[in-house]
């Protein structure tokens, strides 16, 4: 069966709005049509076979529940629902499907789990779900390109959100690591991505020497493979990143240096700072070259499609 459509919840606003529109572009590069829907009912009724990627708060009656059985597959994103505490009181980290929803999902087989955050397959967050896959972020090869730019030429960037996700732990620890940069005589950008175009960011991103990563409190408590998806853009677009310890970045990236306090990141860019170009040159292409091979969206789209009950 051809199938041609594939249908994809729309994000507004965040890191989800980034996240599915490099789905959206990766769809469109193997060659589907791709739908943005903000409501399933939108998609009620479609007579030709198509593909879906929902999120579990958008299947909850009868109708939603149809659009998903109805589909060739769905791609549902799930929710844990056994966050410890203080994270599982927040409506930022809980699931919003019904137990009655949930239940009729984990017995339909066109229908796929996925979490960024999945544990050696055990997905320990999620005991409501009957198997949960590993779509871990990645990079927009589409969207990003190769820009060079003086004008953004940094010798270290950092873009990011102050995400507050309920517990404001982001700005703070924001501020233990850049504090070690305040007294540096390098040229230094740290911006906030909302307040950036997506051609600045790119630019930035391509045009400065080192690029740092953090991750958020919360990543760093349960979401043991949720790495950001700031590491797959700076090393799509740079190659040449230094990342606090988190996630799955030292197993899939191991020549990513990774600082465990905020001296160590200062110590570690300086390293980079003052490495030969040649040397420097021959890291960043490593690096660009297994993202492309190993984490665009367009990877992780093959990967869903791969998924088996």
């Given at each position: 069966m051809l199938i041609k459509d594939v249908f994809i919840k729309r994000q507004r606003t965040d890191a989800g709005k980034w996240i599915y529109e490099g789905y959206r572009s990766a769809w469109q590069s193997l060659g589907y049509s791709a739908h943005y829907?903000?409501?399933?009912?939108?998609v009620s009724g479609f007579e030709d076979p198509y593909y879906l990627m929902a999120i579990d708060g958008d299947v909850n009656n009868k109708e939603s529940l149809s659009v998903v059985k109805d589909s060739q597959k769905t791609?549902?994103?799930?929710?844990?629902?056994?966050?410890?505490?203080?994270?599982?009181?927040h409506p930022n980290f809980q699931c919003h499907c019904p137990d009655e929803a949930i239940d009729i999902i984990n017995g339909l087989d066109n229908a796929f789990l996925w979490c960024f955050d999945n544990v050696d397959g055990t997905a320990p967050?999620?005991?409501?779900?009957?198997?949960?896959?590993?779509?871990?972020?990645?990079?927009?090869?589409?969207?990003?390109?190769?820009?060079?730019d003086d004008r953004?030429?940094?010798?270290?960037?950092?873009?990011g959100g102050r995400a507050n996700n309920g517990f404001d732990k982001k700005y703070r620890i924001m501020l233990n690591y850049f504090g070690k940069f305040r007294d540096s005589k390098r040229k230094i950008g740290i911006f906030i991505n909302k307040n950036l175009t997506h051609e600045q960011e790119n630019a930035i991103l391509c045009n400065s020497k080192v690029c740092?990563?953090?991750?958020?409190?919360?990543?760093?408590?349960?979401?043991?493979?949720?790495?950001?998806?700031?590491?797959?853009?700076?090393?799509?677009?740079?190659?040449i990143l230094v990342s606090d310890k988190e996630g799955f970045t030292p197993k899939n990236f191991p020549d990513v240096l990774i600082a465990n306090t905020p001296d160590q990141m200062l110590e570690l860019t300086e390293y980079y700072l003052n490495m030969p170009e040649p040397e420097l040159a021959q890291i960043r292409e490593k690096h660009k070259n297994l993202i492309y091979e190993k984490h665009t969206y367009i990877e992780r789209v093959k990967e869903a499609l791969a998924f088996e009950q």
């Open positions: 829907y903000d409501n399933l009912s939108e791609f549902l994103y799930v929710q844990p629902n056994c966050f410890p505490k203080p994270y599982g009181h967050f999620h005991t409501k779900w009957k198997k949960v896959n590993t779509l871990s972020l990645a990079f927009d090869s589409i969207s990003y390109k190769n820009i060079k953004y030429a940094y010798d270290v960037c950092y873009i740092l990563n953090i991750h958020d409190k919360y990543q760093k408590t349960f979401m043991t493979k949720d790495t950001n998806e700031r590491t797959f853009k700076s090393l799509g677009c740079n190659g």
